[in-house]
């Protein structure tokens, strides 16, 4: 069965870094195209990233862009996300996730911007 396992979240200081990756299993992770998506407190999941196969196609939400950069191992079956310049705002619950038929979620992965 499809699984996805997020880690990489932590507590970080306003224009910190952080990389959140996540380990995929339960399909060809090569022919599936990953996003990652983020749920702050009392708001709705939003996509932040997602891209191809090859990592050849990128898309960001206009909120992330040029900070954060998606990227791909398919030799390891892992999808990351690298954050730059993070702000408060970047605050919230991290999730990989893959439709397949349906569309799974990992279990996410904390991410707070505090000073």
């Known amino acids: 069965q499809v699984q996805l396992v997020e880690s990489g979240g932590g507590l970080v200081q306003p224009g910190g870094s952080l990389r959140l990756s996540c380990q995929a299993s339960g399909f060809i992770f090569s022919m599936y195209r990953m996003s990652w998506y983020r749920q702050a407190l009392g708001k709705e999941r939003e996509l932040v990233a997602f891209?191809?196969?090859?990592?050849?196609?990128?898309k960001y939400v206009d909120s992330v862009k040029g900070r954060f950069t998606i990227s791909r191992d398919n030799a390891e079956n892992t999808v990351f996300l690298q954050m730059n310049s993070l702000k408060p705002e970047d605050t919230a619950v991290y999730f990989c996730s893959v439709f397949k038929g349906d569309r799974y979620w990992g279990q996410g992965t904390q991410v707070i911007v505090s000073s």
């Open positions: 891209e191809s196969t090859t990592g050849g196609n990128t």
